[in-house]
């Protein structure tokens, strides 16, 4: 079978195992499996300039390769933060409102892609196949073939695409999302944001030809699907069934509190943190014969602390959390418990299977791998219930989970009062159909799925 080489802005040690999550876990194994490469931004900031840094840093990691370059400090503000993340993220979020174009951001965007490009080129073969992840990544494998690669090349989305209205106010969007015509693959989470991609592209044709679109006429044929990512289903339960999880949740149950509510996500805008914490609220002035009997457990880890749209929500969120306190709780009741840092992934899993209610409620959101682990992570003769937004990817799939418009505060106040008052036999018969689903979509279908497509073989 031929290499695999996988390309996403940051590389994780693939020797970790589950304990790293995400995107380590879902590849890790079918790198090793194929003697596989994985190149990426090694975390490190360094002071001098593009010209004159060393070159690729490469590591051996059981079967794997690690190749990995650190990004100068310019780099960095401008591909990362800059247009990555000022830019892309909140566009691709259905938050124009925020993001913030400059000319500065685009170029340092498209320079560390072409140098991305030219270190990436010199390490392939002809026949490996290269999976490049992310948003950060859109015109690599069009700076790729640039330089004469030929390679199959596809390319995975992790955060949604949304309608053309909206990814038509980039400024160069013709430019970019040419670029997604040098993949042979490209793959969404979500039909709806294949949609919305396909539609952009039938709306953007304008037969302007090569000059305007040297990628999608150069007679590639793209093809263009979702992928619904999924989690190690196995190895959640089983972290989730330790004794020490059970310890964990032992320690939960305390006093009068008998409905927990686990809330857990980077601390990001697109999770819908004060609208989740306003509906909170809301649930405990309408169902005041529940106060005492809940809480709200939000673990909520810093991320991208730079840019000023993720300190004003921490502000607020703050905020928020001390005025229900103030307001409802009592000598001996906490009705928020919110927590600023990262805990382990083991403490999470107990968590979630300590708490009656898992509360998911992004704004917008490419899939949710939370909303998957919560239901995995449930005791199934007598499982916890998940309440799930509309707007997160995983609601195309979760139809048993309590689907809510996370807008609107007094419906998932309502979805929270169904939740801690659910009988047992619809929490089993909702959870045993969930927890089905997921099996069904889990990691190994996405990867295998994702790969098999782009090696030509049927999926
Ligand atoms: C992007 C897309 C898409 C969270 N807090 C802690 C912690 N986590 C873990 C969770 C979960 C992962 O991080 C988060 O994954 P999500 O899918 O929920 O969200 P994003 O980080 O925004 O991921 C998303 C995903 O890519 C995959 O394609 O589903 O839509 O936005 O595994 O459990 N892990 C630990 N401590 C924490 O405090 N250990």
Redesign the pocket.
């Known amino acids: 079978m031929s290499r695999l080489v996988i390309v996403s802005n940051r590389v994780a040690d693939p020797s970790a195992g589950p304990q790293s999550?995400?995107l380590a876990v879902a590849v890790g194994a079918a790198l090793q499996d194929g003697n596989g490469l994985w190149f990426g931004w090694s975390g490190e900031i360094v002071e001098n300039d593009a010209t004159d840094r060393s070159g690729v840093n490469l590591e051996r990691s059981g079967n794997v390769t690690v190749a990995t370059v650190p990004l100068s400090k310019r780099d960095y503000e401008n591909y990362y933060l800059g247009y990555a993340n000022r830019v892309l993220w909140p566009v691709f979020h259905y938050r124009l409102d925020l993001a913030e174009f400059d000319n500065a951001a685009l170029s340092g965007y498209k320079a560390v892609n072409q140098r991305f490009a030219k270190s990436i080129a010199a390490l392939i073969d002809p026949d490996d196949v290269v999976w490049i992840h992310d948003y950060h990544l859109i015109p690599l494998a069009a700076e790729l073939r640039k330089l004469g690669v030929d390679n199959r090349i596809g390319f995975f989305l992790?955060?949604p695409f949304p309608p053309p209205e909206m990814v038509s106010a980039v400024p160069e969007h013709d430019w970019l999302f040419d670029t997604l015509f040098a993949y042979d693959v490209v793959g969404f989470?979500t039909e709806q944001d294949a949609a919305n991609f396909r539609r952009y592209a039938a709306e953007t044709d304008d037969g302007a030809g090569p000059v305007t679109h040297p990628f999608r006429n150069s007679g590639r044929m793209t093809d263009i699907r979702s992928f619904p990512?999924g989690i190690d289903v196995d190895s959640f339960i089983e972290m989730a069934e330790t004794t020490d999880a059970t310890n964990r949740i032992a320690r939960l149950v305390r006093g009068d509190v008998t409905n927990h509510v686990i809330g857990?996500?980077?601390l990001?805008y697109s999770k819908g943190l004060p609208d989740r914490f306003r509906a909170f609220r809301r649930f405990l002035e309408m169902y005041p014969e529940e106060r005492k009997k809940t809480v709200l457990m939000q673990?909520a880890?810093p991320t991208r602390g730079e840019l000023a749209a993720y300190t004003e929500i921490r502000t607020e969120l703050e905020q928020l959390s001390g005025s229900i306190n103030g307001a409802f709780g009592d000598f001996d009741w906490t009705p928020v418990r919110y927590i600023h840092r990262?805990?382990?992934?083991e403490t999470?899993a107990a968590l979630f299977r300590g708490s009656k209610v898992g509360l998911v409620t992004p704004l917008r959101?490419?899939?949710?791998?939370?909303a998957k682990?919560y239901v995995a992570a449930q005791v199934p003769d007598d499982p916890g219930v998940l309440i799930l937004s509309q707007f997160a990817?995983a609601a195309a799939d979760l139809e048993e989970a309590l689907i809510v418009n996370p807008y609107d505060a007094d419906e998932v106040a309502q979805a929270l009062s169904k939740a801690v008052t659910m009988d047992l036999g619809e929490r089993r018969d909702r959870h045993q159909k969930l927890l089905t689903r997921v099996r069904k979509n889990d990691i190994v279908k996405w990867r295998t799925d994702f790969l098999n497509c782009l090696r030509g073989e049927a999926a």
């Open positions: 999550g995400g992790h955060i989470q990512i857990v996500e980077r990001d673990i880890p990262s805990v382990p992934r999470l959101d490419g899939m949710n791998l939370v682990e990817g």
